[in-house]
């Protein structure tokens, strides 16, 4: 399914927040991003609101330790559990992806919150990614999932009940949503000693975009192959566009066929780390999005105005890690920086 607003430069909030509240961290995201609010992560509250454990709950062999703070899979009963996730999946059986309570504090809230339908557009999720998934949980030999052709498939299979359970909640509030897949571990595809390469890892991301049951997002880290990413159905791609933001020039030529299909770029040009945030101002972000556009386009052989028409802005990392104070800021600074590139490029009046 895909999304039929116009994103023009809408501010979108990236990953999870470091509140130990959710209501606050609820309305300090709908405050800033009351277009497209997102459901965040709020690892702070218990390590099950981490992104590891809300994607690894209900996998078969999954064992949280939430005093820990680890996951690792019990590799007989996973492989006991193949065929149950399996049978699943080709039912559609979207129960066996949900998610409790305690996992899910953010998404209670934000589904609670009194009705704003004048403002929004769109909601937004976000679960870690299949290949990330699959090399990042490790069996009780230390051995991560990927090595397991069966295990990997059941990771996949996973995230896409996952992705229609989330899908589904969100869908109480809005028709139109977005779920944006994770991949921080891109990065591995490039090293030979990896059991995937960058043909395995793209047709596992090919399938599960295309099993999402509503619009679907990549969120790639540092190291992502721009050849193997833009081809792939994904209707939004999410990068840090403040230290990377030129890591996409050598497949320019692809970014035409992106936007023809429908594509949109969700620029993370808000810094990661809160002491140079706080040194950048939405004026010099402004200036570094026109710059970078211009040079894509150039790039591309595509129009200014088709990318940016196509491009959200958000923050280039998530913001779990920062005090809540600094979170806040970054959330701030994202909005007044949208704010200015839509007065830019006249996709709305400037802010008194």
């Known amino acids: 399914m895909t999304l039929t607003l116009t994103p023009a430069c809408l501010p979108l909030l990236r990953g999870g927040l470091p509140h130990r509240s959710a209501t606050e961290a609820i309305e300090a995201m709908l405050a800033a991003t009351p277009e497209i609010p997102a459901w965040p992560s709020l690892p702070a509250l218990s390590y099950r609101e981490s992104v590891v454990a809300q994607a690894a709950y209900g996998l078969p062999g999954a064992l949280i330790d939430a005093d820990r703070e680890r996951v690792f899979i019990e590799r007989s009963l996973a492989e006991q559990g193949v065929a149950q996730v399996g049978l699943a999946y080709l039912r559609g059986d979207d129960v066996f992806g949900a998610l409790p309570d305690e996992y899910a504090t953010g998404l209670d809230v934000l589904l609670a919150h009194p009705d704003e339908a004048d403002e929004i557009q769109a909601l937004k999720g976000e679960l870690l990614g299949p290949v990330s998934l699959s090399l990042l949980l490790s069996d009780d030999q230390a051995k991560p999932l990927a090595y397991d052709t069966a295990l990997r498939e059941m990771v996949l299979q996973h995230t896409g009940l996952r992705m229609r359970w989330i899908a589904d909640q969100l869908k109480t509030r809005c028709d139109q949503v977005l779920i944006c897949l994770d991949e921080p571990f891109l990065d591995a595809l490039n090293n030979p000693l990896c059991p995937l390469d960058w043909a395995d890892g793209a047709e596992m991301l090919q399938r599960a975009a295309e099993a999402a049951p509503v619009g679907c997002g990549l969120i790639v880290g540092p190291g992502a192959q721009w050849e193997y990413i833009l081809p792939l159905p994904f209707q939004v791609l999410v990068f840090d566009a403040f230290e990377h933001g030129a890591d996409m020039l050598p497949a320019a030529g692809l970014l035409a066929g992106f936007l023809e299909r429908g594509g949109w770029l969700a620029w993370g040009l808000i ?54 104070a600094d979170a806040l800021s970054a959330l701030q600074c994202c909005t007044a920086t949208a704010h200015l590139i839509q007065s830019l490029y006249g996709f709305t009046k400037p802010k008194e």
């Not at 004026?283 to 990318?307: G, K, N, P, S, W």
């Open 271 to 324: 810094p990661a780390d809160p002491l140079v945030n706080a040194h950048e101002r939405p004026e010099m972000l402004a200036e570094r999005f026109v710059a970078l556009v211009t040079r894509l386009a150039e790039a591309a052989q595509v129009d200014v105005e088709r990318i940016s028409g196509a491009s959200l802005i958000t923050n280039a990392t998530s913001l779990h890690s920062f005090i809540p």
